[in-house]
């Protein structure tokens, strides 16, 4: 829909730090027959419906204060979730969207759990899985930047992001591995008491590049049997502050 902003139909509310439109689109999943947009800024999900591009927002527990809207101009943008990567999973007979933070940084170890036919919206702390993440560097390398997830087969795939520099003696990688969904799900449903799942298949990839830059994962998702996945050619600094992009591809 090229520039289209899209605007929630009940409008602005400040009571729940709630804009008049969606902030972003860091990741688009397809929940029953709406498009569910997640944002990296914003502690909302926004439900579109395809016919006539009506919004609904579905508000995430807010932060402290009750803030869910997150940027330069307020000086809260390090405190964001940074929701970059999503899927949609089927469990115990209902769909769940799983929407990931980044892992950028120890406040983004958390994934966001909804339900859309039940109305319930949840934030799970992951910092255990993120620890062993991060700690996994042939995945991570210098510095975990979760960018895309798909589900296959039972398995979640996440991908990481190799954009920014070398440090620490590591470098930036653009890497996959693999996670049995039925070992997510339980460490999420009850992170206090279920084992951190395990994972497998670490695989890292060269996506070569475009006006010398680096093309780095940004997104993923499965279509007719096949894995699509985004990137982008940034100089970014880091994993975490923006830089000029000299272009970006899709492929399979």
Not at 201 to 211: K, R, S, T, V, W
Request: aromatic share 6%; hydrophobic share 40%; charged share 25%.
């Amino acid at each position: 829909q090229g520039s289209r902003v899209y605007y929630h139909a009940m409008g602005a509310d400040p009571a729940q730090d709630r804009p008049a439109h969606v902030r972003a689109g860091s990741g688009i999943r397809w929940v029953g027959s709406q498009l569910a947009v997640i944002q990296d800024d914003a502690r909302f999900i926004a439900l579109v419906d395809p016919g006539d591009f009506a919004v609904r927002a579905l508000a995430l527990p807010a932060a402290k204060g009750g803030v869910r809207l997150f940027d330069d101009q307020r000086g809260n943008k390090q405190e964001k979730l940074d929701l970059e990567a999503s899927l949609v999973a089927e469990v115990d007979g209902e769909e769940v969207l799983l929407a990931f933070g980044s892992g950028s940084k120890k406040v983004r170890d958390q994934i966001a759990i909804v339900n859309v036919q039940r109305g319930t919206e949840v934030i799970r702390d992951a910092a255990a899985l993120y620890h062993d993440l991060r700690d996994c560097t042939a995945f991570a390398g210098c510095h975990l930047n979760l960018e895309g997830a798909i589900l296959t087969a039972g398995v979640v795939r996440l991908f990481n992001r190799g954009n920014g520099k070398p440090r620490r003696g590591l470098q930036p990688v653009n890497a996959t591995l693999d996670i049995e969904l039925r070992a997510l799900w339980s460490y999420l449903s009850s992170p206090d008491d279920a084992a951190v799942p395990g994972f497998h298949d670490i695989q890292q990839y060269d996506l070569g590049e475009h006006d010398g830059l680096r093309l780095t994962f940004t997104d993923a998702c499965v279509s007719l049997g096949r894995v699509i996945f985004t990137a982008a050619a940034e100089d970014s600094p880091n994993a975490t502050d923006d830089g000029p992009v000299a272009g970006a591809a899709i492929a399979a």
